[in-house]
């Protein structure tokens, strides 16, 4: 989130083919676990169609199982009902505002190349960290693609996720997500908790390593994060509070708005200001 290395090459091939508004499945979405399996062959067939390797699904698919606990967290998000004071305290914001100041500091040099690439200063990009993963301390427990097959198969939001999807299976392909990752209820990725297509689309092989992995790797993630920032209207040197140039990029990255006045906040409290 070295040598810097944006893995955004080849990006528009990938979203003309995996990605595409069209992506809606000739297979049936439905509201129970009852036709998922027949859900998942049919889109198996359609995959393969659509220049996804058949070896890369046969893979991706061995363990992916209809996600109750996925349909569950997407029925019940509460959190960002609360008030701001609410969710502070639910979401641990003074602790984050304290081990993040220490985290600035024990980082200091992968934190000035960001801001040197991106304009993004340190405190948001600690203060989404902190606030997704705990500083990649808990990424998730449930089986990625489990989850994001479960929701494009899901009635509610089926072309959404079926993009994110083939996003999914794209990342699989070319070795940059494990078929046996695991994360957030959603299918959220790594430390900083990306969706799939966002992946694809803002990923930053930030350590060099030839691959962009969200979940070993801080660079990456945070790399990654400033430039999803960057790509929603991040300017380098504007304020990022609300009413100020930058508060928007924050609003791109999560659209509960308790959730965007918590991270100027502690992104504040961070950065000394």
Known sequence: MHKMKCVLAGFTAIVATAISPAATLAAQCGNTGSGFDAWVQDFKGEAAGRGINPSVLDKAFANVNYSKATIRADRGQKSFKLSLSQFMQKRGGQAIISRGKKMKAQNAKLFSAIESRYGVPAGPLIAIWGMETGFGGFMGKEHTLSAVATLAYDCRRSDYFTNQLYAALNLVQRGDLSPNARGAAHGEIGQTQFLPANVLKYGVDGDGSGHVDMVRSKADALFSTANFLRGHGWSAGAGYQQGQGNY???????????????IAIIGAEIDGG
Do not use: F
Request: aromatic residues 14%; neutral net charge.
């Open 248 to 262: 928007g990029a924050i609003q791109g990255w999560n659209a509960a708005s308790v959730y965007q006045q918590a």
